[in-house]
T-cell receptor
Framework: EAGVAQSPRYKIIEKRQSVAFWCNPI?????LYWYQQILGQGPKLLIQ????????DSQLPKDRFSAERLKGVDSTLKIQPAKLEDSAVYLC???????????FGQGTRLTVV | AQSVTQLGSHVSVSEGALVLLRCNYS??????LFWYVQYPNQGLQLLLK??????LVKGINGFEAEFKKSETSFHLTKPSAHMSDAAEYFC?????????????FGTGTRLQVTL
């Protein structure tokens, strides 16, 4: 079974630029998460999708972050404009409605300079 | 609201020694509890989880953890450390009554294994 795929693995941008990350969850998984992991901290949930609908985006900085999952499969997370404090690893995870386990991708490491 | 506290951001043990990583949680509803491991430049891999039933759960790579409701703890142990166990370990909690896979993580414990 293929795992959660994320791209790119690494991205370096200048502050005030925009960036987008892509996630392809495990086939058949209805629930998709984006987490932000700042160096030295645990992952923090940004947004949760159930199929193509947003279930929880309470911790998403909506003035600069946006995410979509238009067809209920792939998802894109965008930052515009980026700030230095957005430097982090962005992790995508997915789970099935019958499973308590979330499966994580390898993450995208973003460096904002 | 749920939260997780991991005592000790860095733990160092000798190869062959006991590994003990501490995790305490706070939850107003019955929790599901997880331990994940993260190797450098990798995603998170599930080590073990407690949902219901037996409070002593066994996971991969010889790790186990015990859910103690009275102590609100879920400490991770391994009888004998191996060099390959060096990694970052995260304890996490989710809401058994809500979305069980939606996780709140602790800040992590980096395990160092020395010869």
């Amino acid at each position: 079974e293929a795992g959660v795929a994320q791209s790119p693995r690494y991205k370096i941008i200048e502050k005030r630029q925009s960036v987008a990350f892509w996630c392809n969850p495990i086939s058949g998984h209805a629930t998709l998460y984006w987490y932000q992991q700042i160096l030295g901290q645990g992952p923090k949930l940004l947004i949760q999708f159930q199929n193509n609908g947003v279930v929880d985006d309470s911790q998403l900085p909506k003035d600069r972050f946006s995410a979509e999952r238009l067809k209920g499969v792939d998802s894109t997370l965008k930052i515009q404009p980026a700030k230095l404090e957005d430097s982090a690893v962005y992790l995508c995870a997915s789970s099935s409605t019958r499973n308590t386990e979330a499966f994580f991708g390898q993450g995208t490491r973003l460096t904002v300079v | 609201a749920q939260s997780v506290t991991q005592l000790g951001s860095h733990v160092s043990v000798s190869e062959g020694a006991l590994v003990l990583l501490r995790c305490n949680y706070s939850s107003s509803v019955p929790p599901y509890l997880f331990w994940y491991v993260q190797y450098p430049n990798q995603g998170l891999q599930l080590l073990l989880k407690y949902t219901t039933g037996a409070t002593l759960v066994k996971g991969i790579n010889g790790f186990e953890a015990e859910f103690k409701k009275s102590e609100t703890s879920f400490h991770l142990t391994k009888p004998s450390a191996h060099m390959s166990d060096a990694a970052e370990y995260f304890c996490a909690v989710s809401d058994a009554a809500g979305t069980a896979s939606k996780l709140t993580f602790g800040t992590g414990t980096r395990l160092q294994v020395t010869l």
